[in-house]
C-alpha cells in the first residue's frame, strides 16, 4: 500500500498522485521495495476515425462530384437560358434570383470541399474549422432560400403556392440537417483533437 509523502496517508490505488490530498506520489520509492505492489495502468479506450475516413474517402468526394455536375448541367445552363416567361406568375424575379445564388454557392462549395478533404487528410485542425463552416454556411443559405420564398406573393397562382410550400419544405429539412450535422461534427472532432496538429494560431501562443 502506498503512502502520500505530503499527507502521509495510505491509499490502497496505486496513482501518481494522491487521490487525498492531490500530491505527487514518489512511486519510485515505493516500488523499490520489495513488498510494493506495482502501479497498475488502466487503458484508454481507443477512438475509431470511421466517420473521419468515410468523409475523406466518399462524402467528401461524392458531394465534389455531385456539385460539379449540377453546376454544368443544370443551375448555369438555367441561368444562361433564363426567361421570365418560362416561369409562373410571381415566381420570375425569385427564380432568377435562386439561380444566381445558387450558381455561386456551388462554386464556393466546390472550393470549400477541396480545401476541407486536403487538410482533413492531413489531419490538420483548419480541415475541420472548414467542414464546420461547410455545415453553417449550408445552413444559411438554406435559410436565406426560406426567406427568398416566403416574400415570393404565393397567391398569384394556385401552382405558385403549391411550389412555394415543395421549396419551404425542401430547405426547411435541410436547414435543421446541416444544423445537427454541424453539432455531431463538432463533438466529434473535439473529442479526436488530439489527432490533429496545432493551427499556426496555437503554435505562435
Known sequence: ???????????????AYCPACGGEMNLQQESSRPDSPRPVFIPQPQLTLKWHK???FFSLPMGFISNLINLFTEVLPMLKNYSPS??????EQVMHTYLISTAVMTVLLLVLALYTEWNLFRFQWRGVKSLLFTYGLNALYALFLMVLMFSSPANSHPET???????????????????????LN???????????????EEISL
Open 186 to 200: 463538432r463533438t466529434y472532432y473535439r473529442k479526436r483533437r488530439g489527432l490533429f496538429q496545432p493551427s499556426e
Open 161 to 183: 403556392a403549391h411550389i412555394v410550400r415543395e421549396f419551404l419544405v425542401q430547405y426547411g429539412g435541410t436547414f435543421f440537417g446541416t444544423i445537427l450535422l454541424f453539432f
Open 54 to 56: 468515410f468523409l475523406i
Open 1 to 15: 500500500m502506498a503512502v502520500c509523502p505530503h499527507c502521509h496517508r495510505e491509499n490502497p490505488v496505486i496513482s
Open 86 to 91: 418560362d416561369w409562373l406568375p410571381g415566381l
